[in-house]
């Protein structure tokens, strides 16, 4: 196990390849509840949970399942159906076995259904990690630290604009541009800065 390759994905999908800020998935979630930094927090771990777990799912599928009958056709809604269907039964999971954990992270698994970076973590996995149909060398274990890296970006950049709002709120900020119009013009920005780790050669 080469652990360079898995230290240069994690640092490719929580920096270079951010997936809210240098891909544009999970934006919905990005403004909606990056309000307060507890929201924030909670939904990208949530996100991460389920990034990860989404990438272990739908690797075998993908595998076993998919390319031996020649059904990649099917990816998309495979995948679509694989995550909703595990976001649900973790939802009703953790709401019997854990109610506390349950009122943190309840309500945003509901929200991670139709949350688009989830979705891409898998699509990507299947085409870096494939070629021609075959799974490169350690593809199951590289899908998985990608899946994990990809949470953990979302996990930043939510932190990062939630820190930035809450600060918003004691700002002289003309009304023209409270709440959302700002949020998108700080989104921009860090969407900026963040293309600067794009130069970086690992």
Known sequence: ?????????????????????SRFL???????????TGAA???????????????LITWPI???ILVPYNLEYLRTISFILVIATFVQFAEIVIQ?????LYKIFGIYLA??????????????????FFLNGEPVAQSFLQSIV??????AGFTLAMLLMSGIRERLEFADVPQS??????TFIIASLMSMAFLGFSGFKI
Do not use: E, R
């Open 146 to 151: 990608q899946g994990f890296g990809a949470g």
């Open 62 to 64: 993908y595998n076993f």
């Open 41 to 55: 927090v909670s939904m990208g771990l949530a996100v991460t949970f389920v990034t990860t777990m989404a990438s």
């Open 111 to 128: 929200l991670i259904t139709t949350n688009c970076a989830v979705f891409g973590v898998t699509i990507l996995n299947t085409d870096a």
């Open 1 to 21: 196990m080469n652990l360079a390759t898995y230290i240069t994905i994690i640092i490719s999908t929580v920096f270079v390849n951010n997936f809210i800020l």
């Open 177 to 182: 541009f409270k709440d959302i119009p700002i």
């Open 26 to 36: 999970g934006l919905c979630p990005f403004i909606g509840v990056s309000k307060h």
């Open 96 to 100: 019997k076995k854990a109610p506390a």
